[in-house]
């Protein structure tokens, strides 16, 4: 898949540098965290759910001067906020971390009219983010480290691009960059959520998909060893899936989410997503595992070189969601960057 681009994509020559490894000392993780608590927050035409991870500072203790910074974190297709919990947990030791549930997802409402656009997601990043920025406290009007897997890279991307003043650095775990081929774990059938009334017939298959089978197709697509994943985990997600198939718009969000990011592939010239990564003016990290499904490893180093101030760090053995399956590798890549920063 490495032609795989649309074809007004740049072709830079030259490659990203790795991304350094930080040594910063990071909690252990023994046991399962459970979620981060969250509210409800208004956002442009409804409400989304966002989890709150409170800042630790240094595992040692001692925090006078320690750096206390703020992050959001963006899920991807038919994931939640819940999909950060480990990672926001290790990075607590300099961010104060914010999880959005984007809309129709994990908690959240539904956007206006029913409308699942990346431009509806990318507004409502933006509106989370203002708020993130307005809370008192040390990092009061500062701008915001943005994370963002698969679809929320993607948005997270864009957001960076239209917003820049609101994004300080800017982390893209396997995000869902434009292809023109769909990769081989995916249905070719899915070209057909661009047809009229195709997704609403997908919404009604996919309800009759429990929620244990639909989170055992999940782990077999986006983890590089499914064996990896603990059995504790696989309870977990089977719960917030069972919870999510209560919520009456699920299937809508997740068939009408994904026929609106193909549609954005189709777009060309300044509003294409390539053409948007090259406009990018923070410092920004690649993370991806060797093992994914879903979006291309190939694509990893093509962004990289493709962004201007960016680094890459690939995952040997990982797969799609690599916040998941692998917390302290992507921990130590996210504050690997920071720590190089200007000024840090």
Known sequence: MTDAFLSDAPRPEGGAPDAPASSTALPELHRLLPPWPGDQLPVSGGEVFVRRTPWTGPVDG?????????????????????????LAGLLAVRLEGWAVDLPGFGRSQP????????????????????????????????????????????????????????VATLTLVSPAMPVYRVPPSFSRALLLLLL??????????MAGITPEESVRAMVRMCFGDPARVPRERIDQAVAEMRERSEQPWADRALTRSMRGLITSYLRVGRANAWRMAASLSQPTLVIWGDRDKLVDP??????????????????????????LEAPEPTARAVLGMLEQLPGR
């Open 62 to 86: 001692d925090v006078d001067g320690a750096p206390r910074e703020r992050a959001l974190y963006v899920h991807g297709l038919g994931g939640a906020s819940t999909n950060w919990t480990d």
């Open 196 to 205: 009229p009334g195709i997704p609403s017939l997908a919404e009604k298959r």
């Open 298 to 323: 190939a694509l990893a180093p093509r962004l990289a070189a493709v962004v201007p101030d960016s680094r890459l760090r690939l995952l040997e053995g990982i797969g799609h969601v690599a916040m």
């Open 111 to 166: 956007p206006p009219r029913g409308r699942y656009s990346i431009r509806g997601h990318v507004r409502a990043v933006v509106d989370v983010l203002e708020h993130v920025r307005a809370q008192p406290g040390e990092g009061l009007g500062r701008p915001v480290h943005l994370l963002g897997n698969s679809l929320g890279g993607l948005v997270s991307l864009l957001v960076a691009a239209h917003r820049p003043d609101l």
